[in-house]
């Protein structure tokens, strides 16, 4: 059998792939193929539709589409995820991340974009996302990020190295961890494992299967274990008026905010998502007024 040429390997992919995921999002992984593989973005795909394809190309789409029928994240067939224009190196050791998580970096970006020097605290970094784009965001700030995983530490670093990103990497379990005998950070953010294992036989089997449980789930006699670490350290870690930023299940909105206040701090605040579900909470450490 002869060659086949771009636009047949494409139209072939899709049509593999459409059952599975439907024809949207059939297309737009086999767009995000073509650029990993041959850096063609949707335009050069249709300049060059009728050229022939090397055995090479046809064999790696076809492994891929392999392994993303076998239900693995095509995040993780790549080993790349985009977040905010960058790409980042994800692997199994590291959460995939997610659209609404770049909401909550742009919200503190926002609020914090005229201040220069601010000491920040990413809590649970992972692939480094947040912490790596608010280095690149936020005007001289000094960046600390924390994780429990030497292995996601690992990658966070890497993906700060390639970004050219001032982000200091520290392995931390937060569970265990004491606040600091005085305040050093400006802003802590931080995007917890939040998901009840109760909630496991109802999600998305590519998460389940291949993304790091200690990374996704709680326990659902104490959904909150990481919220009340947090909340106990931010407590002692913030310089009074200083910010803090969590991600959150919108099934414990409430509680979230409910156990923020009670700790202390002023100024609590529930944010929607894009989606419209209520997925951030906000909150001032007292002594230092409302949000600067």
């Known amino acids: 059998m002869g060659a086949i040429t771009l636009r047949q390997l494409v139209s072939g992919a899709e049509r593999c792939l459409s059952p599975s995921l439907g024809q949207g999002e059939a297309r737009a992984m086999v767009g995000i193929i073509m650029e990993s593989l041959k850096g063609y973005r ?19 789409v076809d492994g891929i589409i392999g392994r993303v029928l076998d239900g693995e994240p095509l995040q993780y067939v790549l080993g790349v995820a ?3 224009g960058n790409d980042y190196a994800v692997t199994p050791d590291t959460l995939i991340p997610r659209p609404e998580t770049a909401e909550m970096v742009d919200m503190v970006a926002g609020r914090n974009g005229g201040r220069t020097d601010l000491r920040v605290l990413d809590i649970g970094t992972g692939s480094g996302c947040i912490a790596i ?6 005007k001289f700030a000094q960046i600390d990020a924390v994780d429990i995983s030497k292995a996601a530490l690992e990658v966070a670093a890497e993906n700060a190295r390639r970004l050219k990103a001032g982000v ?15 305040p050093v950070y400006d802003i802590i953010v931080s995007n917890p494992p939040y998901i009840a294992l109760g909630e496991e036989p109802s999600m998305d089997r590519r998460v389940v299967d291949h993304e790091p449980h200690r990374a ?16 106990g350290y931010a407590a002692g870690a913030l310089v009074p008026g200083g910010q803090l930023y969590v991600e959150l299940n919108p099934l414990f909105a409430s509680e979230v905010a409910g156990l923020f206040s009670a700790a202390g701090f002023a ?26």
Do not use: N
């Open 42 to 60: 949707p335009v050069d795909v249709v300049m060059h539709a009728g050229d022939e394809v090397t055995p090479w190309l046809e064999s790696q």
């Open 82 to 84: 985009r977040f905010m």
């Open 133 to 138: 784009s608010l280095a690149r965001a936020l």
């Open 168 to 182: 200091r990497f520290i392995e931390m379990d937060i569970l265990s961890q004491t606040p600091p005998s005085a």
């Open 216 to 231: 996704l789930f709680v326990p659902d006699s104490d959904p909150l274990v990481f919220y009340h670490a947090i909340a």
């Open 267 to 292: 100024g609590v605040e529930l944010h929607r998502d894009y989606c419209g579900r209520v997925r951030f909470a906000t909150a001032v450490k007292e002594g230092g007024g409302q949000w600067r």
